[in-house]
């Protein structure tokens, strides 16, 4: 099955940083890749994703971009604010509507 | 307003119990999704359903059982067979579309005693 590796695991920055995660995944069939934010005590709440068709996507300060070839795809957030503060989940799967893989996780600290 | 609901939010149990959790939603989303989340594993998949009255082992199905027997109900039985059920379990939904999100349910928190 799909497996998806997901790197920083912890990852500290100050406020106005730019923060960068990583994730590789092995199923070169994958298509969908989404990014799940997750504050503490509450539920993933998507926050960018993209598919295999485009190479990059930005939403304000939140970009994705996605290699194929290399079967890896990296999040970035620019002028990173302690709002930011959270852990991030990346995600594949063959097609939206199946069932995701998620990395396990990277956890941001933004300080101020 | 549309959602999924996961109850209860907290349980404990003793060691050796079941114990099962609801899921419902009022979205209309054909596919639903049970994970299990402990620290610093990310989230793994136990079961999943794209229609009524079928489902699928994900990755960590064993020690738990579904069923599907209608759209907005998923509920999720973690059976004494479980070896460390203690996690927190979050429900999700997804539309059968090209488009879309997995969208999740505040989550349920087991503690076995």
């Known amino acids: 099955g799909e497996n998806v590796e997901q790197h920083p695991s912890t990852l500290s920055v100050q406020e106005g940083d730019s923060a960068v995660i990583k994730c590789t995944y092995s199923?070169?069939?994958?298509?969908?890749f989404p990014w799940y934010k997750q504050e503490l005590g509450k539920r993933p709440q998507l926050i960018i994703d993209?598919?295999?068709?485009?190479g990059e996507k930005k939403d304000q300060r939140i970009a994705v971009t996605l290699n194929k070839t290399a079967k890896h795809f990296s999040l970035h957030i620019t002028e990173t604010q302690p709002e930011d503060s959270a852990v991030y989940f990346c995600?594949?799967?063959?097609?939206?509507?199946?069932?995701?893989?998620f990395g396990k996780g990277t956890s941001l600290l933004v300080t101020p | 307003d549309g959602g999924i609901t996961q109850s209860p939010k907290y349980l404990f149990r003793k060691e050796g119990q079941n114990v099962t959790l609801s899921c419902e939603q009022n979205?209309?989303?054909?596919?639903m999704y049970w994970y299990r989340q402990d620290p610093g594993q990310g989230l793994r998949l136990i079961y999943y359903?794209?229609?009524?009255?079928?489902?699928q082992k994900g990755d960590i199905a064993e020690g738990y059982s579904v069923s599907r027997e209608k759209k907005e109900s998923f509920p999720l039985t973690v059976t004494s067979a479980q070896k460390n059920p203690t996690a927190f379990y979050l429900c999700?939904?997804?539309?059968?579309?090209?488009?879309?999100?997995?969208?999740f349910g505040e989550g349920s928190r087991l503690t076995v005693l």
């Open positions: 995600a594949a799967s063959k097609n939206s509507g199946y069932a995701l893989n």
């Open positions: 199923d070169s069939a994958s298509n969908y």
């Open positions: 993209i598919r295999s068709n485009v």
């Open positions: 979205l209309n989303h054909d596919a």
């Open positions: 359903s794209q229609i009524v009255n079928d489902f």
């Open positions: 999700a939904s997804w539309t059968n579309r090209n488009t879309g999100e997995l969208f």
